[in-house]
């Protein structure tokens, strides 16, 4: 008889950083916004929020460093439902605009992380929902394309990321960086479409259904880019797996939640 193979699996959930954290950085963010924007406070944008709606209202739990309203209607353009309407109100606050934007049903996925990410067959089947969610969501980009150009000097831009990469890179990883490099002109070929793109697509920014793991959106888009298609496809990391100081940590099951993908 061959002898057994002793596989280690590990439970991931434990390097997700607790919800707490990153409530802390939005309270954060909210507080540099008004001092940004003093003398305006956020006692002035709840009443003003009351008045609008004629009720009672309560920031969302999880708020952007800025507004990502800017790029919104290019955004709704490509992605359609994923992205929160959102209407100019026509009012301002000092030198705040004020704008009137659907509220995204569901937590983020920070607040699901964790649980989403033990070791449980169930729970799997959740972020097989989530990675299906995510390959609809790409694919709307690939099919509703609005006519863009693309921005100046991207190569260059891309290229000089490159050699900023390449300063301290370990020895044993820059032999990688030199393929990434040669095949870099691919993303330019012809036929290979241009598309507007959330640049920004952590866990904080992607609101999941807790019971199924369907996506009810994505948010906060002012980073947004014009792109090659597939250059923030890195957001999907953020759904396998946890990144730390040192290394990324990937659910035991993420080759097979690739392939879902």
Known sequence: MSPKLNTLVMDISKYVAEAG???KLSAFQISRV???HGPTTRGDCDR???DILGCLVAP???????SYTELIELARQSYRDPVPNCKPHGTMLGDVHVCVWDLVPEPTFYRVRRQFLVLNIEIEQRLYQTMEGFSRFFA???????SVERPPGLPDEYYGILDQVSQGLPEHLQAKL???RRALPLLFRPGHPMAFQHDDLLENNIHVDEATGRITGIVNWPDAIIAPFGVSLDGLETILGVQTLTSWHFHPGHLSLRGRY
């Open 178 to 180: 030199y393929e990434v």
């Open 60 to 66: 969302t739990p999880v708020q952007g460093a800025t």
């Open 21 to 23: 954290s990153y409530d």
């Open 34 to 36: 008004f001092e940004r």
């Open 48 to 50: 003003l929020a009351a």
């Open 140 to 146: 709307l980009a690939w099919n509703n394309r609005p």
